[in-house]
């Protein structure tokens, strides 16, 4: 799943795109309100995590004129402040929830997730397909046993699972998957497409390719 992280304290940045990541989101990070004004008129993202004070544009300022865009996708806004009406403002702004710093790096993840679910309409705490199911933290069983991906794995079959037996393309798949900051191109996907497919071998779920449109998650009764 892509992320856009918006933060301007490097080290908290740094250590929240690395964990995240290993929690299997894609994280793009931008250090001021003006760059993340950009990049969310021209990416996709799934979620945003937005501090509130940054420099050129604050973090209600962009929260506003992302809404005024139309821009529904979820926000969660980080703040030093803990005061009931700094909370009540960012969220009558249009955020989706709000986290106090400093904050346990569990928390995060789980309002993350929680968001996600809200906004595809998730409420169980799994997923299931066939013999494969992706639990509510974010890691995937295969008839039973945990399956064992990595992070860009993980993102891949996650994209696939949210559509069971409906066509991905290649594309959306790379957006889902790698950063603006990696040096990767769209073809790149099939070889983590093919290792996820090969993890695959054995169950009742399978990648198919559907030339021209891309890959679909099929499960064999």
Same mark, same amino acid.
């Given at each position: 799943?892509?992320? $856009?992280?918006?933060?301007?304290?490097?080290?908290?940045?740094?250590? +929240?795109?690395?964990?995240?990541?290993?929690?299997?989101?894609?994280?793009?990070?931008?250090?001021?309100?003006?760059?993340?004004?950009?990049? $969310?008129? %021209?990416?996709?993202?799934?979620?945003?995590?937005?501090?509130?004070?940054?420099?050129? +544009?604050?973090? $209600?300022?962009?929260?506003?004129?992302?809404?005024?865009?139309?821009?529904t996708l979820p926000v969660l806004?980080?703040?030093?402040?803990?005061?009931?009406?700094? *909370?009540?403002?960012?969220?009558?702004?249009?955020?989706?929830?709000?986290?106090?710093?400093?904050?346990?790096?569990?928390?995060?993840?789980? *309002?993350?997730?929680? +968001?996600?679910?809200?906004?595809?309409?998730?409420?169980?705490?799994?997923?299931?397909?066939?013999?494969?199911? +992706?639990?509510?933290?974010?890691?995937?069983?295969?008839?039973? =046993?945990?399956?064992?991906?990595?992070?860009?794995?993980?993102?891949?079959?996650t994209t696939l699972m949210q559509?069971?037996?409906?066509?991905?393309?290649?594309?959306? $798949?790379?957006?889902?998957?790698?950063?603006?900051?990696?040096?990767? %191109?769209?073809? %790149?996907?099939?070889?983590?497409?093919?290792?996820?497919? =090969? =993890?695959?071998?054995? %169950?009742?779920?399978?990648?198919?390719?559907?030339?021209?449109?891309?890959?679909?998650?099929?499960?064999?009764?």
């Amino acid at each position: 799943m892509r992320l $856009l992280l918006v933060e301007d304290t490097v080290d908290l940045a740094s250590w +929240l795109q690395k964990a995240l990541t290993q929690a299997g989101f894609a994280v793009d990070w931008v250090a001021d309100g003006i760059a993340a004004d950009h990049v $969310l008129q %021209s990416e996709h993202y799934e979620v945003v995590v937005l501090d509130v004070a940054l420099p050129r +544009l604050n973090g $209600l300022e962009l929260l506003a004129r992302m809404r005024r865009r139309g821009q529904t996708l979820p926000v969660l806004l980080l703040t030093a402040r803990a005061d009931v009406a700094d *909370r009540v403002r960012g969220l009558n702004q249009g955020a989706d929830d709000y986290l106090t710093k400093p904050f346990e790096l569990e928390e995060l993840e789980a *309002r993350i997730r929680a +968001l996600l679910r809200r906004r595809h309409g998730q409420l169980q705490a799994a997923l299931t397909y066939g013999e494969l199911v +992706l639990h509510d933290e974010g890691y995937f069983v295969l008839a039973d =046993k945990p399956l064992s991906l990595t992070p860009r794995e993980t993102s891949i079959l996650t994209t696939l699972m949210q559509r069971p037996g409906k066509p991905v393309s290649r594309q959306h $798949l790379y957006e889902q998957t790698f950063t603006l900051t990696d040096e990767a %191109s769209p073809e %790149s996907i099939e070889l983590y497409v093919h290792r996820v497919r =090969k =993890k695959l071998v054995g %169950s009742n779920v399978g990648i198919v390719t559907l030339r021209g449109l891309g890959y679909t998650l099929e499960c064999q009764p």
